[in-house]
């Protein structure tokens, strides 16, 4: 008995390191790839010097931040300021704790291992809730900085996330409606079950959580807070080498968890395109080596394809005005959220009064 409850506590932690490494070798080179997919859609070249076609230039990012001189301002709270880039980064990480990233678990010395850290009942509440405690390590740290800039910054955040924090969470409720769980593999599940993706009944749900998402993210044209014209760099203006970098993870670890939660609840997770057609059954082309794999690839395919819709739209909006902002959240997305969650409802009952007679 001991040893069995040591192995799952060892397949436990192993899992949680291997989300946390390669969350944080994806961050590194989405830089690169926004850098290079911005630069493409300027007529530039972007980075190229740094290991065959750029491909080494994360790693070398990484080193300079780490290189780089912590500087403290000497009228800082230190400790705050200290600890309000750990706060901003364990939220981000620690969402990623129920996202399924396939379907199909594998035996390994006699135990299932699932392909994702856990799954509970409440998943997607979990995410909205863990990931909106983000925040306070901003205030924390436009207040610990002593300067106007970061302060003008984190308050701008703080109004934009409670903006935006209510149509997001309004826009998946008729996800939840629809499927009956608030699991993240149940609501896949669910997918699988009605044969069809939820964006399509559910299209203008899809719209809301990904525009609120940039804007939760502070991703532009929503970006605010960091708005380099006005605020020099906004909240983590006075910070600089690893714990500049740990925002700079936070904020690209979020934009991951925004698409991975879109591809799970609107783009069927790990399931393939079509997947009770029969005919295209060969769309799995890696279940030769493990259906894990198939799930992964599709799960994959569909989150790099929310993550370049992120990166089109900052080469392409310029920033918002700030009352354009609020006008967008308040009295654009939010009645539309709330009209959705209605239509869906009544749409809900006639279908199951139909049924039932």
Known sequence: MDTELLLKVAVSAGKVMTVLLVLSGSVAYLVLLERKVIA???????????????LLQPIADGLKLFLKEDLVPAKADKWVFTLAPV???????AAFAVVPFSGESFDVFGL???????????????????????????????????????????LRSAAQLISYEVPLGLSIIGVLMIAGTASMVGIVEAQRETGW???????????IFFVSGMAETNR????????????????HTEYSGMKFSFFFLAEYANMILVG??????????????????????WLNFLDFVHPFWSGFFWFAAKLFLVIFAFLWIRATFPRYRYDQLMHLGWKVLLPLSIVNVLVTAVVMLLMNSGSSA
């Open 40 to 54: 493409f859609m300027q007529s530039r070249l972007g980075p190229r010097r740094v290991g065959p076609s750029g």
């Open 87 to 93: 706060v901003v980064i364990i939220p981000a990480f």
């Open 112 to 154: 299932t291992i699932t392909p994702w850290i856990t799954d509970i009942n409440i998943g997607v509440l979990y995410i909205l809730g863990i990931s909106s405690l983000g925040v306070f390590g901003i205030i924390m740290a436009g207040w610990a900085s002593n300067s106007k800039y970061p302060l003008l910054g984190s």
């Open 197 to 207: 993706w939820f964006f399509v009944p559910q299209f203008v749900g899809l719209f």
């Open 220 to 235: 532009a044209p929503f970006d605010l807070p960091e708005a380099e014209t006005e605020l020099v760099a906004g909240f």
């Open 260 to 281: 991975c939660v879109a591809t799970t609840l609107f783009m069927g997770g790990w399931m393939r395109p079509f997947p009770s057609v029969e005919a295209l059954a």
